[in-house]
C-alpha cells in the first residue's frame, strides 16, 4: 500500500543537538511538506518543497534544516538553534497539480531531555 | 492575519445527533481548495471533505458534508449521525491558487475538537 512513513515516532533530543526526522512517501508525488503541532493548537508550517532539489520556507523555518535529494524523502533536521523544539511533528505530501488532499504520516514526537 | 478560523475551541455532541463545525477563511484569491482534516487522539491527520471555490454544489462524503456560502466566506462542516468514534480534532485548511497551477501552500485552522457523548 502507497503511504508516507515518518520514523521514528518518539525521538529525545538532548540540548545542543541536532536530530533529524526521517520522511518517506511512495505515492509518487511531488510536493511535500514538514508540520509542527503543539499541544492544543493547529499545524504550523516548517518548510516545504515542490519539486527535487528545491523547498521554500514556510512560517517558522527558523531553527529547522531540509533536503529534497530524492522525490520520496523529505527529512527535517532539527538544529540546535530550535530553542523549543519539542512537539508533534507531520509531515504530508500531495499531487503537485490540482486541489488535491495531503496525505499525512503518522508524526514524530519530539522531547527534550 | 488569520486566514483561516474555527471559533468553535470545543464542542459537544450527544450520539446519533448530527453537529456543525464552523470555518470561515479570507483569501482574495478566486482560485482556492478548501479541506477538512480529523485528528484522533492518536495523532494521525485523515482526510474528510474537500470543496473547490468554483464547485457549484456542496460536497457531500457519506455522513460528512460541507455548507459551502462562498459570499460569507464559510465552509462550515456538518456531521451526521455522530458516533463515538468521530470525537477528534477537526481541522478547516485552505489551499490559494487555480487547481492548474504548481503553488500548493496549505493553511491550516486552529481546530475545533469534537466529543461525542453516549
Known amino acids: 500500500d502507497g503511504g508516507i512513513t515518518q520514523s521514528p515516532k518518539y525521538l529525545f533530543r538532548k540540548e545542543g543537538q541536532n536530530v533529524t526526522l526521517s520522511c518517506e512517501q511512495n505515492?509518487?508525488?511531488?510536493?511535500m511538506y514538514w508540520y509542527r503541532q503543539d499541544p492544543g493548537q493547529g499545524l504550523r508550517l516548517i518548510y516545504y518543497?515542490?519539486?527535487?532539489?528545491?523547498?521554500q520556507k514556510g512560517d517558522i523555518a527558523e531553527g529547522y534544516s531540509v533536503s529534497r535529494e530524492k522525490k520520496e524523502s523529505f527529512p527535517l533536521t532539527v538544529t540546535s538553534a530550535q530553542k523549543n523544539p519539542t512537539a508533534f511533528y507531520l509531515c504530508a505530501s500531495s499531487p503537485d497539480r490540482g486541489q488535491k488532499p495531503q496525505h499525512f504520516g503518522d508524526g514524530t514526537r519530539l522531547s527534550i531531555l | 492575519a488569520q486566514k483561516i478560523t474555527q471559533t468553535q475551541p470545543g464542542m459537544f455532541v450527544q450520539e446519533k445527533e448530527a453537529v456543525t463545525l464552523d470555518c470561515t477563511y479570507d483569501t482574495s484569491d478566486p482560485s482556492y481548495g478548501l479541506f477538512w482534516y480529523k485528528q484522533p487522539s492518536s495523532g494521525e491527520m485523515i482526510f474528510l471533505i474537500y470543496q473547490g471555490s468554483y464547485d457549484q454544489q456542496n460536497a457531500t462524503e457519506g455522513r460528512y458534508s460541507l455548507n459551502f456560502q462562498k459570499a460569507r466566506k464559510s465552509a462550515n462542516l456538518v456531521i451526521s449521525a455522530s458516533q463515538l468514534g468521530d470525537s477528534a480534532m477537526y481541522f478547516c485548511?485552505?489551499?490559494?491558487?487555480?487547481?492548474?497551477?504548481?503553488?500548493?501552500?496549505?493553511?491550516f485552522g486552529p481546530g475545533t475538537s469534537l466529543s461525542v457523548i453516549p
Open positions: 485548511a485552505m489551499r490559494e491558487g487555480p487547481a492548474e497551477t504548481s503553488y500548493d501552500k496549505v493553511i
Open positions: 505515492l509518487n508525488h511531488d510536493a
Open positions: 518543497s515542490q519539486i527535487v532539489n528545491d523547498f
